[in-house]
């Protein structure tokens, strides 16, 4: 029942996307026109020695351009049109145009701090004198950006594109509704790559034959090759599998059997012991990389003791990873957030050093993480659950942790890995690898981070997010996790078990390299889906006809299905929010919210909307990963996690941002009523699976 309920729903919203007008491809094409930018000079204006510069790198070399101290560059832009041809000029396609630049600009100040340390634009909204001129041609299967600087110099930049259209979105949807129908994550995740780069290779349908193979060495020799070699990547991978395999030392050494006699005085059962997974989600708060690894891999084994569902320690990992690091001041997620939206503020009249300023004051709006948060609590400490969660509850507590047949995400080499025989367990050996880990990998964000230089400053909201920002968390994450697996090792030889160690680290490792293959091609999907343009797509096609009052829930929606479709919330982000801010404004100033109010409500929804659509998306990274710490089925994740998310976001939406911006109400008292309304619903609704009356028939299966 609960498959067919999702793919109803699933087929509804593909059919009312399907149904909305096709959008239009001058509109598309001035979404992405801020990318010319970082295309190389082409033409006869371009030198020899200039055919490998960028577009931007001559531009600000331009007389458009002045440096007004050192590590300043100020650039004035002139008038910007999109070239229609013999159709009439468009004065709103014209400034989505600008804004597209705009960003695109601050996009390249962000990723070359040397060459750019800080980049300031005169003309953001309207044309300024002595400014350079910019002109989009739109092609069938290319985009031109011709800029005429003020001194008659021409620059010139193209790229290859064809406008984005319905089939964008058929990666993602042929990916999710095979998950949904054979619960294979691989398969569906492949078939989603494949069927991209088939697209991408055969845009019009013709020499499919041709295309075929074509396609299937991109998937390879592009897309993976990508993936592979980028370093954030790398990171990541090396940070998950020294982690787990910490784990699988601390466990053979008996280290975690020690924590778990120790955290036992409290957690002696199920409910108490989702209270305890519950509190280290909220205290492990500066990455959600490392809540979800950390939290899941180390309570998992207490939570099998307790028979509790693998797709409930799933469900808590998840539902507090993101929701506590998106709403954290001191998180690596909060100046990733700023940096989405800061950017326009100067055209709203604010500056962008007050983006964080803006970020706090959006944190009454952030409904959507308040209300998970709470939501796990009260599931936790009520003992209750309801819908496929209370299934797979009473199933756990009648010895089967998993649904027959289901396919975990780490297999049982892994879970059943026990303490050596005679090592006597000492929690010690659980505590002082994973206190390293965290110490290490603090230290070294600090480090990186450039802390020891700010003095004072670091103890200022903005000096900490900066810290932050700079600190390479995932390479600080991946060298905290290789110290604290060394030292787990080094423990497990003064417990005397020197010989178990390798053996232990392979066993945690082995079992989890096809959740490593789903982690990739989730990856490769949303690098398909960038380049076939899905994201600018949904964000058109959902983004018109907005009413103002309407305009926090059209931007929640919007994003959600674009984090749903896409696989990333940050993605969804960086996409939205450069948009919303001027939009939300302009909107703002004709209602009774004002512009500011009605933009930092918009913010929020944007943040909250994209955290909500990851958590019910299968092919989102921090999903699976939330399926590898806990060793779940994938899938079974998925759809036992679906239908509390959609609960707390009808709650958001519901109590939320339609109140906040039709009624202009506090949104003190929208949070107030949600919790209220939380905690009475699964009061009234939920059932324990203790319940002797909901007892499940017992199977064979160990616990």
């Not at 519901?654 to 009061?683: K, M, Q, T």
């Amino acid at each position: 029942m609960t498959r067919i309920l999702t793919l109803v729903a699933f087929a509804a919203l593909v059919t009312a996307l399907f149904r909305l007008p096709h959008p239009d491809k001058d509109r598309l094409a001035a979404l992405r026109s801020g990318e010319l930018l970082a295309a190389p000079l082409v033409g006869q204006d371009a030198g020899a020695d200039e055919a490998a510069r960028a577009l931007w790198e001559a531009l600000l070399g331009s007389p458009a351009a002045s440096r007004t101290e050192p590590g300043t560059v100020r650039l004035r832009m002139g008038s910007t049109r999109v070239s229609r041809g013999a159709a009439a000029a468009d004065p709103q396609l014209d400034a989505e145009f600008r804004r597209a630049l705009a960003r695109g600009l601050r996009s390249i100040e962000a990723s070359n701090p040397e060459a750019v340390p800080l980049l300031e634009l005169i003309g953001r909204q309207d044309a300024v004198d002595d400014g350079a001129d910019f002109v989009l041609h739109v092609a069938a299967e290319t985009l031109r950006l011709e800029v005429e600087t003020p001194g008659g110099e021409s620059l010139r930049a193209e790229v290859e594109w064809r406008p984005a259209d319905r089939g964008s979105l058929a990666p993602p949807i042929l990916a999710i509704l095979i998950a949904i129908l054979f619960r294979q994550p691989v398969l569906a995740l492949f078939a989603g790559v494949f069927a991209g780069a088939f697209l991408l290779r055969s845009p019009d349908g013709a020499a499919w034959a041709a295309a075929l193979p074509l396609a299937l060495r991109d998937v390879f020799g592009v897309y993976f090759w990508n993936e592979l070699i980028e370093n954030f990547r790398q990171e990541l991978v090396a940070f998950v599998l020294m982690m787990l395999a910490m784990v699988g030392i601390m466990t053979r050494a008996g280290g975690l059997r020690g924590l778990m006699d120790l955290v036992s005085s409290f957690a002696r059962d199920a409910r108490r012991t989702q209270i305890a997974t519950w509190l280290m989600g909220l205290v492990i708060f500066f990455d959600d990389y490392a809540n979800t690894i950390l939290v899941g891999s180390t309570m998992r084994p207490l939570c099998d003791r307790v028979k509790v569902a693998r797709e409930k320690l799933a469900y808590i990992v998840d539902s507090t990873a993101a929701p506590v690091a998106g709403l954290s001041i001191f998180s690596t997620w909060i100046a990733f957030e700023v940096s989405t939206f800061s950017a326009q503020l100067p055209d709203v009249g604010l500056a962008a050093s007050d983006g964080y300023g803006v970020f706090i004051q959006t944190l009454p709006y952030r409904f959507y993480c308040i209300f998970t948060l709470v939501f796990v609590g009260v599931i936790a400490v009520s003992g209750r659950d309801f819908g496929p969660m209370l299934t797979a509850e009473r199933r756990a507590r009648a010895g089967q942790l998993l649904r027959k047949g289901a396919k975990p995400m780490v297999g049982d080499a892994a879970t059943k890995l026990e303490a050596a025989q005679g090592v006597e367990p000492r929690a010690m050996r659980a505590v002082i690898p994973v206190a390293l880990f965290l110490g290490i990998t603090l230290f070294e964000i600090f480090r990186v981070g450039g802390a020891w230089d700010l003095g004072a400053d670091l103890f200022t909201l903005q000096g900490l997010a900066d810290v932050l920002a700079n600190g390479e968390s995932m390479r600080a994450m991946a060298v905290g996790s290789g110290a604290g697996m060394l030292s787990a090792a080094v423990l497990a030889a003064a417990a005397g078990i020197a010989r178990e160690i390798l053996p232990a680290a392979w066993a945690a490792v082995r079992s989890m390299l096809i959740a490593i293959v789903i982690l990739y091609l989730a990856w490769m999907i949303g690098a398909i889906c960038t380049d076939l343009g899905t994201a600018s797509y949904l964000t058109v096609l959902l983004g018109d006809a907005i009413n103002p009052l309407l305009l926090p829930c059209i931007l929640f929606v919007l994003s959600a299905v674009v984090a749903f479709s896409t696989g990333s919330s940050w993605g969804t982000m960086s996409i939205l929010l450069p948009i919303v801010v001027g939009m939300a404004f302009a909107l703002g100033e004709s209602t009774a919210l004002g512009g500011t109010l009605l933009m930092v409500i918009s913010i929020g929804a944007v943040l909250e909307g994209a955290i909500f659509g990851d958590h019910c998306s299968p092919i989102s990274d921090t999903t699976i990963m939330s399926s590898i710490a806990s060793a779940s089925d994938h899938i079974d994740h998925v759809r036992t996690q679906a239908p509390y998310a959609v609960v707390t976001m009808l709650l958001a939406l519901g109590l939320g941002y339609a109140p906040a911006a039709f009624l202009g109400l506090s949104p003190w008292i929208g949070i107030l009523s949600g919790i209220i309304v939380i905690v009475a619903g699964i009061r009234l609704i939920g059932k324990s699976a203790d319940s002797p009356s909901s007892a499940h028939p017992r199977t064979t299966q160990p616990a």
